[in-house]
C-alpha cells in the first residue's frame, strides 16, 4: 500500500535509542555497575598496597666506546634529548635487566627477599621478585629516569633500590665503555706516544734543515713565484732579441740581393713590417725549443715543448700565407743561425743585439737552478708530508689516551659504583605506601562494571534481540506504516487507563479475563455465555483511535464503495489479534448507522466463539442475507459469524470458495467487514485471502516479534498485493515522559 506519512531511513543511533536502552536494561547496568563497587570493595579490603621507595637518575650523556683502538672512530658522546629517546630506552632495558636484579638479590641476600613472600633462599625466585616488583620509566622527551621498588617488607624496599643503582653503574660501565682501562695502563700508554711524539718531531726538523726550508708549503710557494718572474724577464728578453735581429737583417739582405728591391718596392709598407715581425717571431719560437730540447733536456713529449710547437706551426702559417700574396718578402727572412754574418752593417745594432743575447742567457741558466731547487723542495716534500702524518696520528693517540687517563682520575676519585655522566637527583625514600594507585584501580573497576553493564546493554539490543520493541522501529526497519501502538496493560504504568469511559465489550461470564495479556478470549473455567455489553474497557480509547486512523486512510485513497474489507492477523499466535478484531468492529458499530460484521476465520478459539456460547450460530453466507443474519447480531448494527471449522478440507477448499462469496461481499449492505484472521504462514489461509481484502491490519506483539517474521510475513503478503498496515500490541513505555524524543505514536 501506499505510506500516507514519509518514511526516512534510520539516522543511526539517535539520543532516543540511547535512552531506550538505559532505561529498558537499567536493572542490568545497576547489576553490572554493583559488581564493580564489590569487586574495588572487596580489592580494597582484600589487596593492601605494598611499601615502595622512589628514586630519580639524572643522565647527562652516555659515552659508548666498544675498543681501545683510537684510531677508530667507535667512540660517540650521546645526550638523550629529545632525538635521544633511544639512549633513555637503552638505559632502562640496563635497569630491568635479569642479570642486575639477580647481583642485586645475591648482594642483598635471596632469603631476605622471599621471607616476606614465598620464603626460601633461591636467588633466582628472588631476582624475579625484584624484577616483577620494579618499575622503571622515564617522561617523554626527558633525561631523568623514575625507579620505583615495591615489596611487602618495609625494611627491603630502600636497601634493594639503593643495591640496584649501585649495580646499574657498574653495569653502565661495562656495557657502554672499553674493558683493561686502569690507571697504570692509561699512563704508560700516554708516556710512550708522548716519547714517539718527541722523536718524530725530530727527524721533521732534521728533514727540513738538510732541504734548507723551513715550511714546505712556503718554500714551494716562494719557487712557484720566482719561477713565473723569470719566465716572463726571459720571454721580453727573447722578444727583444727577435726585434733587434728583425732590424739589422733586413739591410744585409738587401745589399746582397739587389734584384728584389724594385719588387721589394712595390710591396706595401705595413706587409713588409708584419712579415718582419712574423719572422722574428719565428726565430724565437725556435730558439725557444732548441733551448727546451737541448739545454734543459726535455724530450718532444714534454708540456712546454708541446706547446712551442704548436705556435711555431700557427707563425709558419701566417709566414707562408704573406709570401704566397706577396712573394718578394720571402728574400726578407734571414734565419738566426746567418745573424752573425749580418750584423757588421751598423755596430751599435750588433752591441744591443749581443747584450740581448746575453741577457737571454743569463735568465735561462736563473731559470734551470731555480727549478732545480724546485726539483730537490719536491722530493724532500714526500718525506716531510710522512713524517707530519705520523705525528698527526701520533698526537691524536696520544689526545685519546690522556683523556682516558683524567676521565679515569674523576672516577676513581668520585669513589667506586660512580659515574660522572650519570647523577642521583632524588636517592632512594624511606619506605611508605602509595595509596593512589589502589584507589586508581579500584576506579578502574567501577569503572569497568558501569562500562560492562552498557555494552550488555547495548549488544542485546542492537544485536542479540532481534524482536520488534518500539513504533519507530516497524516504519524506520520494516517499512511498514503504522496505524496504531496498543500499551502492555499489565505494565505499572498503564494502570490509569483502567478508568477508561464505560462502553459495550464482549466479554465472558463465568470465567476471568486475562489482564495481563489484554485478550478477552483468554478465559479461566467457567461457561462461555454472552453477557451484558455494558462492562468497563480501558482499551476502548485505542480501538477508537485504531478506527479513525483507518477511516481517515480510506478517504486519503477514495475508497468509498461499501463494504469495506479488514483483516487482522499476525505472525504467531498471542498477539491479541481477535482482541483487536473484536474491538475494531464494536467501535465501527457505533459510528453512524451503517452494520459491521465480524468475521472469525481463526479456529483456534476466536473471538467470535464467546457469541455462541462456545459453538458456531450463524455462518458466513446467513450474515450476508437479511432473513438469516438476525442469530449473528450481538449489538445494534454488530453482526459475528465464523467460517467453518479448523479443518484441512477447510483451509484447501476456503479460498475458491471466499472467491465465490466476494460478489455476496461487496453487494451486502454492511459498512466494515472485518475478519479476524489465522497468523500469516507460508500454508494459512491469510496469504492467500489477502488480495481480497481493503486492509490487512499486522499484529505485532512488542519485544516477543521477531523482525524477520515480520519482514517474511510482509513479503508473503506482498505476493497478493495486499495493502499492508501495521498495530503494535503490548508495547511498553520504559523512557519518562520528559525525555520522550519519539513519534506520537509511542502516547
Known sequence: MKNNRPTEQSPGITLGDVYFVLFRHKWKILLCSAAGFLAAIVFFLFHPPPYQSDAKLFIRYVVDSRSMNPTANNSTTTSPDEMGESIMNSEMEILSSFDLAEEAATNIGPEKILAATIGGNDPIKAANVIRNGLTVDAPSRSSVIHLVFHHPDPTIVQPVLREIIGDYLEKHLQVHQSVGTSDDFLTEETSRLRSQIEQTESELLAAKTNAGIISVEDAEKSYSEQITKIQEQLFQAETDLAERQATVAPDAAITTNATNTVA????????????????????????????????????????LVQEVDVQIDETTKLKIGLEGKYPALAALYVPSSNLATQQTSSSSGLDQLMALQSKVKVLKGQLARIQSEAVEVNEAESKISDLQRKKQIQEGNYQYFATSLEQARIDEALGPGRVSNISAIQTPTPPFKDRSKKFKTMLVMVVAGVLGGLAWAFLIEFYFDRSVKRPIEVEARLKIPLFLSIPDIGGSGQKHLAQAVQRKQLQFNGGETSAKSGDPSLAEGGKLEIVSWEASSFLNQFYDALR??????????????????????????????????????????????????????????????QFFHGKPACKLDDALEGGKRDNALVQENLYVVEEGSNTEKLQRILPKRFASLVPKLKASDYDYIIFDMPPVSQTSITSRLAGFMDMMLLVIESEKTDREMVQQATALLAQSKANVGAVLNKTKKYVPTRLHQESLSDV
Not at 558 to 579: E, H
Request: a negative charge; one cysteine or more.
Open 548 to 609: 479513525d486512523r483507518l477511516v481517515v486512510y480510506f478517504e486519503s485513497i477514495n475508497l468509498t464503495r461499501k463494504p469495506k474489507l479488514v483483516a487482522v492477523t499476525s505472525t504467531d499466535r498471542g498477539s491479541g489479534v481477535s482482541t483487536i478484531a473484536s474491538g475494531l468492529a464494536a467501535s465501527l458499530s457505533e459510528t453512524g448507522d451503517g452494520r459491521v460484521l465480524l468475521v472469525s476465520m481463526d479456529h483456534q478459539g476466536g473471538a467470535a466463539q
Open 264 to 303: 721589394l718596392t712595390e710591396t706595401p709598407a705595413e706587409q713588409i713590417a708584419e712579415y718582419q715581425k712574423i719572422c722574428a717571431r719565428l726565430d724565437f719560437l725556435k730558439n725557444r725549443e732548441n733551448d727546451y730540447l737541448n739545454k734543459l733536456g726535455y724530450t718532444e713529449e714534454n708540456k
